[in-house]
């Protein structure tokens, strides 16, 4: 960003296409000419503003490297590079640890979706068999009617026989 920003301020743009200005030290307004572009005119326009730039030392040691013995003089160096470096542990950690809340509360919602599923494939197949029953239950009452009625026909046949008759 601080690249960007100062490749704006520092470019010298042919025929005043592009005008960067930096009014106040908070902002930043990068515009095109109106004079220039008609079409748009200063409806052209983006702005940066309350721009926080955070350049922290790069490590540009490592903590076997530190030697106070040697260089007592670099301790106040090392205090800092051992403070950053905890700092960057610090949100490292904060940062896991959100990832982890994250994917512990996917899985419970997963867990819970996985159980109500398996209630619903549960009540459809009891629903099913509930049906299949019903339907059993009836054709068994129509197979018990047709052997009554056959048994009836055979004790009296010559009574049917009267019927047809």
Known sequence: ???LLRSLLDADWPDTVIQVSSADPSKIIVKSDPLVDRKWGAGTRAGFSDIVVSIEPLPAINFLNIDIERNPDLVDHY????????????DGAAVLGALKQRIDMHSEFANKLIDTIDKGIGRLVDANMNQVSTRLKALQTQEQLAIQSLHIANNNSEAILQLFR
């Open 1 to 3: 960003m601080v690249t």
């Open 79 to 90: 205090m800092n590079y051992i403070e950053v470096s905890g700092q960057r542990v610090v």
